[in-house]
């Protein structure tokens, strides 16, 4: 019996197919049920970790609504049906209320809400709302398709509500319109399939993720009772966690095998991402609000977001609001609304505002109240150009004199020697604040590619050590240039628009620095160019070690440590240098762009006096240049990516 056993699972995991895999498995793999009743369905939320988790955040930001009542386009403040939705009953908070709402729209796709009191129907107070369990109800509809009553069915016997003490609210079935459909019905066998496989892992682990083997009896059958007294004897011997490891001794002619899962077998466990896309797709819940950044790039975390709540949520409480609406505002000249969750498109209010100004359409106030700030004064007109201006031709002053009239009218600060000397002072100290924040980063980012490379280079990590192109096997170009730049342009964000604010103090403007598209896309070509610039010096530096290792027949073990000696380097002295580099270079570009939009008719350049300064930038200081002109060195601002690196690394200097 135990041979054929034997010769039926060897036959079975040499077999790639899952169809064969199935008949062993603890599930059958394409079956699945297609009939589900209520209890199903909020099983299935239950127990199924994606259906549970996308539901509950569906429900979450439902439960969040904040109800607006309206007559015509004026908010009604003192209503006292409105109070009744924000605080439904005494057992329960309006938020959870209608959070359960919506988990019991998404399980069962129908809701029953009975009006305890009398509502604006007849003209009575409403004096609270219940939410029955949708799987326990069960309504009763005319010939016209009207409902008559609904009939709670419990433990404790039946409760009948009729048609005007009930709100029925509910998704309707195509096959039966008058009752509601399932959010989950579509996904009946991605659910199944997430249930089954978790089920599947789970009894994996438990066994140690492989059958642990078979006994072989040679000669002649055992009978029941010699075969319960070995397994007693083994179990009791052998089977216990702190006995595993233990030589096994049979008597007789026996012989024991051990038997594992093959890969083909485990990696069906690679389904359960598909089941995850399915539920996401299903419910239109974002991977990111779940939690999971797999595949989440920084940039758009804040797009999916905003995509939830408009595509999702909003359509939602658009369906709830008009039910509620229908049943207790009707025939009053009153409109039940809710405030819409949608947050503000930041980065398109900018470019609106950006586009506005300068095609002469929009106003500096109606671009402050975009940005959510107060008026002020003279700020109603739309500034052109003169040459754009009706009337009176006027003769255009070149730039030269324009300038020279603006320098007259606005006396820079820095252009006193002993204001230069107290503004270097306090640039220095916010210099370095900002750069230990990003040498730190830096050296972090440096650590954790270290740790990867070598996790690379480890006899388990599928790579043949002794490759001779190993490095380019073992430091991934395209991924180590995208984490980079993850990791450092949010910072380098930040740091920008604080040197823009810091410009602000220092010329005593009231204007409000802006983020706008170009300086956003200066950011993100910068940090790019960054990220490959740093990686491509750390990758020459490797690869000569990798080589000469190679060369020298060295273990994996003198490999690793020159991994380590190379990062360690890098560590003293080029996350120094990286960091004070981009650091100031990001401060110097939001300085430069504060002034133009604070429109600054001219720019100072800065040096700090001590022997480390270079000697074009001892020369530039107190030097004065139109905004968009470059200063004796060839620079638009200190630390200009576009100048040399002979002019930039380590520049201290400011503007």
Sequence with gaps: MFEQIRKQFNKIT??????????VLPFNIGEYKTDWGKADYLRAYEISIYANKCIDKRADKVGEIEFALFKGDEKVLNDPTMEILKNPNKIISGEKFWSLVQRYYDIFGEVYLVKEGKDSLTGHKLESLHVLRPDQCTPKFNINGELVNVTMKTGKGETVWQADQVIYYWNPDPKNPLRGMSLLRAGVRAIETGIQI?????????????IEGVFTFKHANLTKEQL???????????????????????GGDSEYQKMGLTPTELSYLETKNVTLEDILMLTGVPKVILGSFSGIKYDNADAAIRIFLKETIKPLLNSLTRRLDSSLYPDKGLTLTFVDPTPEDREQTLKEIESGIKNYYMTTNEARVLSGLDPIDGGDVILRPMNLVTGEEVEEPTPTKAIEVKKKAFVHPLSDYDNRRAYEK???????????????????????????LIDNVSPEAKHVFRKKDLIAETFNMQVEVKLAKETFLPVLTEILKDSGV??????????????????ASWLDAKSNIFAEQINDTT?????GEFDQSFSEGETRTQLVERIESTYGDISKSRAETIARTETNGVMQKGTFEAYKQANLPFKVWVTVGDDKVRASHQIADGEERALNDSFSN??????????????TINCRCVI
């Excluded at 810091?502 to 300086?519: E, K, P, W």
């Design 14 to 23: 040499s077999t790639k197919s899952l169809e064969t895999l199935a008949g």
């Design 198 to 210: 978790d089920e599947y892992h789970s009894k994996v682990l438990q066994n140690g993720g492989r």
């Design 502 to 519: 810091n410009a602000r103090t220092l010329l005593g403007s009231d204007f409000s620095f802006m983020l706008t598209s170009d300086i």
């Design 539 to 543: 990758f020459k530096k490797l690869k």
């Design 426 to 452: 306090i640039a220095i100290k916010r210099l370095n604040a900002e750069e230990k924040k990003v040498e730190k980063m830096t050296k972090t980012y440096f650590k954790d590619q270290m740790n990867r």
């Design 228 to 250: 319960t007294t070995l397994k007693a004897q083994y179990e009791d011997q052998y089977a216990t966690a702190s006995k595993s490891g233990k030589p096994l001794f049979l």
């Design 634 to 647: 060839g620079l638009m601002f200190p630390s200009d990516p576009s100048g040399s690196a002979g002019e």
